[in-house]
């Protein structure tokens, strides 16, 4: 059997489309040629410089011989030879990335008795990843865990999911997420009920806002009946049942609640006399 040749580590900082490397800053690169080149060019002025060539041929030789060995022999060497320590800010760079925190969006089904949230918690920390909020759901079976996790840049989402059944969840799914998931939801909600108020005609893109959702058309809607709990119907007089969509990821009854209230402060504000409107004095 042939052995595997290692890969260097300064292959992963090539570019996927062209295949180059990043450019070495100009310091380490003068460097590294001039630890090649300076043996080239002190080997060929010893040589040259014993022949017996009128001085101007030795000044053209020793120049064409120069440039030469430079452009195909000392600046490739450079590139080749030198290259963990020409890329090592590069790779430093690229090695902080990787461990940087990541952040990801969890959820999970435990059994409501006491310790089950310990005992997922425990597992996570095993692997580092501190939990940042934890929304809590009943549902049938049990209750649903929703997590903001900080978790090391270079874990994987498998070994995410393995760790949430380890620590007895179930029917676990992770995503990758942004700060942005730590905004509190009911703020958010808040905040969107202000601009009903302003605008109850709002109510669909506020709400997909609210739940990071699409709004489906009619057609959309009709398409696919099965949805595994990632649509959402909200019922409205004067728009008609609004039917969200989210694939991959399931609704909670926390999120349903909030959408529905929202329609309901949207059906109120709209049935008003346009000057009892809170917005419209002034």
Known sequence: MKPTASIP???????????LM?????????????AVMLPIELLVHALVVETHLPYLAKVLVLTLTATVLVIWVAEPSAARILRGWLHAPALRHRRRLGTAPALWRARTVLLDQPGALQKVTRALARLDTNILSIHVHPVAGGVLDEFVLSAPGNLSERQLLEALHDGGGSRSKVWPTTALAMADGQTKALSLAARIADAPDELPLAVAELLRARVLTPAEAA?????????LKIPTAWHGPIIFARPGEPFTPAESARAHRLAELAEILAHR??????MSAG
């Open 9 to 19: 580590a300064t292959a992963d900082l090539s570019c996927e489309v062209c295949g």
């Open 22 to 34: 990043p450019e070495p800053t100009k310091t380490r690169l003068t460097l590294a040629n001039v």
């Open 223 to 231: 398409l696919e009946r099965h949805d595994a709990g990632t649509r």
């Open 273 to 278: 006399p346009a000057s009892a409107h809170p």
